[in-house]
C-alpha cells in the first residue's frame, strides 16, 4: 500500500498540486490522468522518491519493492541489453557489482576476500548464478531474440526498448509497479503480455 498525506509540491510560485491525500491499496491497478504538464510524472517521481515533495509525506507497507518505467527511454542507451534487465534487481546487481569490482583488483587484501566470501553467500542465496539466465528468458519471452541480448539497448528500436525497459521494471519482481505512460511505443502484443503477466 501507498499512503499520500497533504502532500503538496510548489515550483516557485507554481503551485503543482496540494494537500493531496490519497491511498493505493494492493491488488489494484490506478491511472493518473491530466494535461500536458499538470504533474503527472511529477507526482509518480514524488512516489519513487526522484523528486522531493515541498511538504506532506508518502508512506509504503514496509518491505515493498517498487519498480518504475520511465518516461525517459534513454537512460541506458550505453548498457547491453541483458545488462538492462539485470539493473531491474537491485540488490542482486549491487551485489554482483561489488564482487566483480573485488575481483578485480590488483592489491586483493584478506579483507577483500572476506567481503567476496560475504557476497559470494548473498549472491548464491538470492538465485544470482540464475540470474542472466532468468533474464535472457524475460527477454525472450518478450519477443527480444538472443542476438539482441549482447547489444546496446540504443541500437534498438523504440519498440523493443520499451520491452526490454518494461522487463527491467518487472524482473526485480515488484510489488509496486509505476509506470509512466507505458502505452508510448508499447505496442498490441506487448500490452497484452503485460496485461496477463504475473508477477511471482
Ligand atoms: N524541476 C522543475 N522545476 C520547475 N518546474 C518543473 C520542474 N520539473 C517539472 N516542472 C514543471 O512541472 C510541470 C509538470 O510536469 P510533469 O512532467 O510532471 O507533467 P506531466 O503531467 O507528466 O506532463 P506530460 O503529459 O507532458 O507528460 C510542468 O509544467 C513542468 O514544466
Ligand atoms: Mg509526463
Not at 163 to 186: C, H, M, W, Y
Request: charged share 25%; with cysteine.
Amino acid at each position: 500500500m501507498i499512503s499520500v498525506s497533504n502532500l503538496s509540491l510548489r515550483y516557485g510560485k507554481r503551485t503543482l498540486f496540494e494537500d493531496v491525500n490519497l491511498k493505493f491499496t494492493q491488488g489494484n491497478c490506478y491511472g493518473v490522468i491530466g494535461a500536458n504538464g499538470a504533474g503527472k510524472s511529477t507526482f509518480l517521481k514524488i512516489l519513487s522518491g526522484e523528486v522531493s515533495q515541498t511538504s506532506g509525506s508518502v508512506a509504503f507497507t514496509p518491505g515493498e519493492r517498487m519498480a518504475v518505467l520511465k518516461q525517459n527511454h534513454y537512460e541506458f542507451d550505453e548498457f547491453s541489453v541483458l545488462e538492462t534487465v539485470m539493473i531491474g534487481h537491485k540488490e542482486l546487481y549491487a551485489i554482483m557489482k561489488e564482487k566483480d569490482a573485488i575481483y578485480m583488483k590488483e592489491d586483493f587484501t584478506e579483507k577483500d576476500g572476506e567481503r567476496a566470501g560475504e557476497l559470494e553467500n548473498l549472491f548464491a542465496e538470492m538465485d544470482g548464478w540464475n540470474m542472466e539466465s532468468n533474464a535472457a528468458t524475460m527477454l525472450s519471452n518478450l519477443g527480444i531474440t538472443e542476438d539482441n541480448h549482447y547489444k546496446l539497448l540504443k541500437e534498438l528500436d523504440n519498440t523493443q526498448k520499451v520491452r526490454v525497459l518494461l522487463a527491467q521494471a518487472l524482473f526485480g519482481n515488484p510489488d509496486i509497479l509505476l509506470l509512466d505512460e507505458p502505452t508510448n511505443d508499447l505496442d498490441i502484443e506487448t500490452i497484452a503480455w503485460l496485461e496477463n503477466f504475473q508477477l511471482r
